[in-house]
């Protein structure tokens, strides 16, 4: 059967003849005229490339392939033996023949509604008795007519069957096959077929009576078969008619396409070709003009290689890589192909890297010739516009470890300034000779610590020129970075701004970018429809000049901003800022900002790291540790200034240099300490514990400490007005007799006292051994004098009671200093660190204590000596007894001896406890020889002894008003 056209649906006519079949309407008014579509199937595909033209496929204008079944793409029998269909469909003849002939989903119509079974759901309920009662009579009283039909259908089914059972299995089989002997010869037995000569008349009547069974059993068969085919007739002859309706309907159809294709023939001759031609001969001559456009472009291309070559002879790496960048692009978009330049793009990409390693050298070069100046040279920045150029063509290669680069350059001038200032020095030292001491270490461990520090202060002030500098630069390096980064922002702002303007406008111009592909693309010459839509592009725009044009003014522009680099660097930077996807991004560049300023920090590091050096080389013969306290404050107070601008100059806390002078401040300490131990160490083992005349510098020390002054005053040279020595100390008014150790202990911890002036960070170190320093004073006159190790250290025949309350009156003394030392040193120090004061409580308990135990020594002394003399005291005349002016003379010796020593409240406070010693032994002694208070003559001799007793004691010197409270010695009478 033959198919119709398979690409093209018929336009269907509003009505319908007759016959059946479908005409189109010849007269319809042009309102309701519909205009004519396109037929899918004559809608060429776009080409691929190749140089074919849009009319390669069947067209509606000439006829150059007549349309056969071949070209049909539904047929027939396809579509009725699609194994997809679970069955055939019902209107298969009724259906519309072309593309949609084949099974597609109908959609469901919009004007229908859907019926559903709740609809029906009244109807089914006023029905439903009345059926029942139906159904009820239909089964009591059958239709008549039912009942025949049925019969006969019965009859005649059990008619068939019974004559169809009359047939044979054996036929019936589905193996059955006469060429199986045994099958052909139970059907035909070899008794019928014997030779004609041997044959009855009996067994011919046996072979006919054969023949009829079969042809009876093939009559019956036939009859069967008819039988069926008359109960299927009405299907038939329905599809054999459905068939000849089809067959009317597409010789109608091919009647209408022959009339189409004549009338577009017509309309092509008459109405298109010349059109046509014009659109072709203006296509023509716009390729023309682009390729004109091509060539010139070409010939400023390949001047692209002598130009970079020019611009490179004049270090202008920048302009010559916005001219390589340009060069490229337009390589990848306008001159994409080109046979002649499949080698340009990997010569500028081996340009780019060249210049890359150019620009890397060059800033190395920069970087080595401005660090290794003269720090005093001017200007600080070197040839800043050179500086500023090789600083954006680094960031626009994405060479972000430049500053890795002047980092290193950094370590080695840093490294060289202090070789030159060491070698300075030398120059002017002669007594160091450079051609046998050869290392910088050694010399200056050669220098006096005069010129040593003068060579440190050059040092200090070398760097500080030096991170001066380093700044600057680091500066411009900065304002190049962040003018990048604003400028990228501008960019992206602009960028967004315009491609919200575009999305408004988008609309309007893809109706009428489509209205002009949609002519491009009927002109069947070959055109791209993205040829097309940039064609519609450029006839849209304001300025109609091509896009090769344009790309080769960019790159004349180009050469003339590179040429004009060297002249003004901001104008170029901003014509550069265009290649937004060159430079780095937002977040690189704020990186690059953060090393910058980590660069700086690097700097102040390294300048403290060479001065830790200069400190440790001087220091590692323990020269430093050497030093005195005037000359170690001077360098403390150098290093602190140098570390205090380092500061202010980078914003940078830098510790190394301020470790290394606390190290060698706790040597120092260490030292310092150990020789004032070591001298009060001395002065105590050659002391003799007598009082010493006061010099009038110590006085003057000890006034200054009462105005409020804990500092040392400066020595004054020897006179001929200078005061005389005087025999005690004036302190807040009172006397105080002192040995010579306890003056020089005053002056020593007055030193400590400045030094934590002059140095504070060593304020909590100089603490505790100030306090070690006060405790070893303590422990150590204690061993001397209450453990009488002056006997064996001085050679002192006894200790005296004027050597003990010499040195209780020199405890008292350093007691009396103690809290202004605690007050000066809890200035210095940090509110959390003022539990380390609680040394000087300490201290102040231990010196208390000892004082109350040379007191107690002292009266033990004379507990001792009464326990003595009054053990041989008898009552009897003469009166006074020799006991008791034995005791007053005791009396009267220890008076003498302190009296001078010891203020008065306290020889008071001592001769009372004293006295209540002597109570005690002579009330011991008189109950032992039985002396009772009776009046008796005893009584009487003992009145008289203690009233010489009262009366001597009382005479001495402030102790006139003493209470000395006798008659407590008396034991009541019995």
């Known amino acids: 059967m033959a198919s119709s056209h398979g690409s093209?649906?018929?336009?269907?006519?509003?009505?319908?003849?007759?016959?059946?079949?479908?005409?189109?309407?010849?007269?319809?008014?042009?309102?309701?005229?519909?205009?004519?579509?396109?037929?899918?199937?004559?809608?060429?595909?776009?080409?691929?490339?190749?140089?074919?033209?849009?009319?390669?496929?069947?067209?509606?204008?000439?006829?150059?392939?007549?349309?056969?079944?071949?070209?049909?793409?539904?047929?027939?029998?396809?579509?009725?033996?699609?194994?997809r269909l679970a069955k055939r469909e019902s209107d298969f003849f009724t259906k519309s023949w072309g593309l949609d002939f084949a099974e597609t989903e109908v959609m469901p119509s919009f004007y229908l509604p859907n019926i559903t079974r709740e609809h029906f759901g009244p109807y089914l309920q006023e029905t439903a008795q009345r059926e029942k009662i139906h159904e009820r009579c239909k089964t009591i009283c059958p239709n008549k007519d039912d009942v025949d039909a049925a019969s006969s259908i019965t009859t005649n089914h059990e008619k068939s069957r019974a004559e169809l059972e009359q047939v044979p299995k054996i036929f019936m089989k589905p193996d059955f096959?006469?060429?199986?002997?045994?099958?052909?010869?139970?059907?035909?037995?070899?008794?019928?077929?014997?030779?004609?000569?041997?044959?009855?008349?009996?067994?011919?009547?046996?072979?006919?009576?054969?023949?009829?069974?079969?042809?009876?059993?093939?009559?019956?068969?036939?009859?069967?078969?008819?039988?069926?085919?008359?109960?299927?007739?009405?299907?038939?002859?329905?599809?054999?008619?459905?068939?000849?309706?089809?067959?009317?309907?597409?010789?109608?159809?091919?009647?209408?396409?022959?009339?189409?294709?004549?009338?577009?023939?017509?309309?092509?001759?008459?109405?298109?070709?010349?059109?046509?031609?014009?659109?072709?001969?203006?296509?023509?001559?716009?390729?023309?003009?682009?390729?004109?456009?091509?060539l010139k472009l070409m010939a400023a291309v390949h001047q692209t290689q002598p130009t970079v070559q020019l611009l490179l002879s004049t270090s202008e790496f920048v302009?010559?890589?916005?001219?390589?960048?340009?060069?490229?692009?337009?390589?990848?978009?306008?001159?994409?192909?080109?046979?002649?330049?499949?080698?340009?793009?990997?010569?500028?990409?081996?340009?780019?890297?060249?210049?890359?390693?150019?620009?890397?050298?060059?800033?190395?070069?920069?970087?080595?010739?401005?660090?290794?100046?003269?720090?005093?040279?001017?200007?600080?920045?070197?040839?800043?516009?050179?500086?500023?150029?090789?600083?954006?063509?680094?960031?626009?290669?994405?060479?972000?470890?430049?500053?890795?680069?002047?980092?290193?350059?950094?370590?080695?001038?840093?490294?060289?300034?202090?070789?030159?200032?060491?070698?300075?020095?030398?120059?002017?030292?002669?007594?160091?000779?450079?051609?046998?001491?050869?290392?910088?270490?050694?010399?200056?461990?050669?220098?006096?610590?005069?010129?040593?520090?003068?060579?440190?202060?050059?040092?200090?002030?070398?760097?500080l020129l030096f991170l001066q500098r380093i700044k600057a630069t680091l500066?411009?390096?900065?304002?190049?970075?962040?003018?990048?980064?604003?400028?990228?922002?501008?960019?992206?702002?602009?960028?967004?701004?315009?491609?919200?303007?575009?999305?408004?406008?988008?609309?309007?111009?893809?109706?009428?970018?489509?209205?002009?592909?949609?002519?491009?693309?009927?002109?069947?010459?070959?055109?791209f429809i993205s040829d097309a839509l940039n064609e519609a592009q450029q006839q849209q725009a304001a300025a109609p000049q091509d896009q090769s044009s344009g790309?080769?003014?960019?790159?004349?522009?180009?050469?003339?901003?590179?040429?004009?680099?060297?002249?003004?660097?901001?104008?170029?930077?901003?014509?550069?800022?265009?290649?937004?996807?060159?430079?780095?991004?937002?977040?690189?560049?704020?990186?690059?900002?953060?090393?910058?300023?980590?660069?700086?920090?690097?700097?102040?590091?390294i300048s403290h790291?060479?001065?830790?050096?200069?400190?440790?080389?001087?220091?590692?013969d323990g020269s430093l540790e050497r030093l005195s306290s005037a000359e170690f404050v001077c360098l403390s107070q150098a290093v602190d200034g140098f570390v205090r601008d380092t500061e202010e100059l980078c914003g940078r806390r830098s510790v190394s240099?301020?470790?290394?002078?606390?190290?060698?401040?706790?040597?120092?300490?260490?030292r310092f300490h150990e020789e004032r131990k070591t001298k009060l160490s001395l002065l105590l083992d050659n002391e003799r514990w007598k009082q010493a005349e006061v010099p009038a510098e110590f006085q003057d020390l000890v006034n200054s400490i009462a105005?409020?002054?804990?500092?040392?005053?400066?020595?004054?040279?020897?006179?001929?007005?200078?005061?005389?020595?005087?025999?005690?100390?004036l302190v807040n008014g009172q006397k105080y007799a002192v040995v010579g150790t306890v003056l020089l202990l005053i002056r020593i911890f007055l030193e400590y006292c400045q030094c934590v002036n002059d140095i504070p960070s060593i304020t909590t170190d100089m603490l505790t051994r100030l306090s070690d320093l006060l405790k070893h004073f303590n422990s150590r006159s204690c061993q001397l004098v209450l453990g009488a190790g002056a006997l064996q250290v001085v050679g002192l025949k006894t200790i005296t009671t004027k050597n003990l309350a010499l040195a209780s009156r020199c405890l008292q003394l350093v007691v009396l200093y103690i809290p202004i030392i605690r007050t000066h040193f809890q200035t210095k120090l940090q509110p959390k660190q003022f539990s380390v004061l609680r040394h000087f409580d300490h201290i102040t308990k231990d010196y208390n204590d000892h004082i109350s135990e040379i007191s107690a020594k002292l009266v033990a002394i004379m507990d001792s000596l009464f326990e003595k003399v009054l053990s041989k005291y008898e009552v009897k005349a003469p009166m006074p007894s020799a006991c008791f002016r034995n005791v007053c003379k005791q009396m009267a010796k220890m008076h003498e001896a302190i009296n001078e020593l010891l203020p008065e409240d306290q020889t008071q406070i001592l001769f009372l406890r004293i006295n209540a010693s002597f109570k005690m032994h002579l009330k011991k002694q008189l109950s032992r020889l039985g002396v009772v208070n009776d009046g008796g003559p005893q009584h009487g001799l003992v009145v008289v002894d203690v009233a010489f007793y009262t009366e001597n004691v009382q005479a001495l010197k402030s102790l006139e008003r003493l209470d000395l409270n006798m008659a407590e010695i008396w034991e009541q009478k019995r």
């Open 177 to 294: 096959a006469l060429e199986d002997p045994a099958i052909f010869g139970a059907v035909l037995p070899w008794s019928h077929f014997t030779s004609a000569g041997g044959k009855s008349s009996r067994d011919v009547a046996s072979s006919k009576l054969l023949q009829e069974k079969l042809s009876h059993y093939l009559d019956v068969v036939e009859v069967s078969i008819a039988r069926q085919i008359s109960l299927r007739s009405e299907a038939f002859f329905h599809a054999m008619s459905s068939q000849h309706e089809l067959q009317d309907q597409l010789q109608e159809t091919q009647r209408a396409v022959a009339i189409l294709r004549g009338r577009t023939a017509a309309m092509d001759r008459i109405m298109c070709q010349g059109p046509l031609e014009a659109l072709r001969t203006a296509l023509t001559r716009n390729n023309c003009v682009k390729l004109h456009n091509k």
């Open 319 to 463: 302009g010559a890589l916005e001219l390589i960048a340009t060069t490229k692009e337009v390589l990848q978009q306008e001159l994409q192909g080109i046979h002649s330049f499949r080698h340009l793009g990997s010569q500028l990409c081996e340009l780019e890297k060249l210049i890359d390693k150019m620009m890397v050298e060059d800033f190395s070069m920069y970087a080595r010739s401005d660090l290794s100046r003269s720090l005093r040279d001017e200007p600080q920045v070197l040839e800043k516009d050179r500086l500023g150029s090789l600083v954006f063509g680094l960031l626009r290669q994405r060479k972000l470890d430049f500053l890795d680069i002047y980092s290193d350059e950094m370590i080695l001038a840093a490294k060289v300034i202090v070789a030159q200032c060491v070698a300075e020095s030398v120059f002017h030292i002669e007594e160091i000779d450079t051609e046998v001491v050869t290392k910088l270490a050694e010399q200056m461990r050669l220098m006096t610590f005069p010129q040593w520090f003068e060579l440190l202060k050059n040092v200090f002030d070398s760097f």
């Open 475 to 527: 500066s411009v390096m900065r304002n190049v970075v962040q003018e990048v980064l604003d400028s990228n922002q501008k960019n992206r702002l602009l960028e967004e701004a315009s491609s919200s303007a575009s999305a408004q406008e988008c609309p309007q111009g893809a109706s009428l970018l489509q209205g002009e592909a949609e002519l491009a693309y009927l002109t069947h010459e070959g055109l």
């Open 8 to 83: 093209s649906s018929v336009p269907r006519p509003g009505g319908r003849g007759r016959d059946g079949i479908y005409h189109k309407e010849r007269d319809r008014s042009p309102s309701c005229r519909r205009p004519l579509r396109l037929l899918p199937d004559v809608c060429p595909k776009e080409p691929t490339g190749e140089g074919r033209g849009l009319c390669d496929g069947p067209s509606v204008v000439a006829e150059h392939d007549r349309w056969t079944v071949y070209s049909s793409k539904v047929n027939l029998p396809a579509a009725l033996n699609d194994p």
């Open 609 to 620: 790291d060479r001065c830790v050096k200069l400190l440790t080389a001087r220091a590692k």
């Open 551 to 605: 790309t080769g003014s960019r790159i004349q522009q180009g050469r003339a901003e590179a040429a004009e680099a060297t002249e003004s660097f901001v104008c170029r930077e901003q014509s550069l800022m265009s290649g937004e996807n060159v430079m780095p991004t937002e977040l690189e560049m704020n990186r690059v900002i953060n090393n910058i300023q980590e660069l700086l920090h690097t700097a102040s590091d």
């Open 707 to 729: 105005d409020g002054r804990i500092t040392l005053p400066d020595r004054k040279t020897p006179g001929p007005n200078d005061r005389k020595p005087t025999d005690f100390l």
């Open 657 to 670: 240099l301020r470790g290394t002078l606390q190290s060698q401040a706790n040597r120092f300490v260490h």
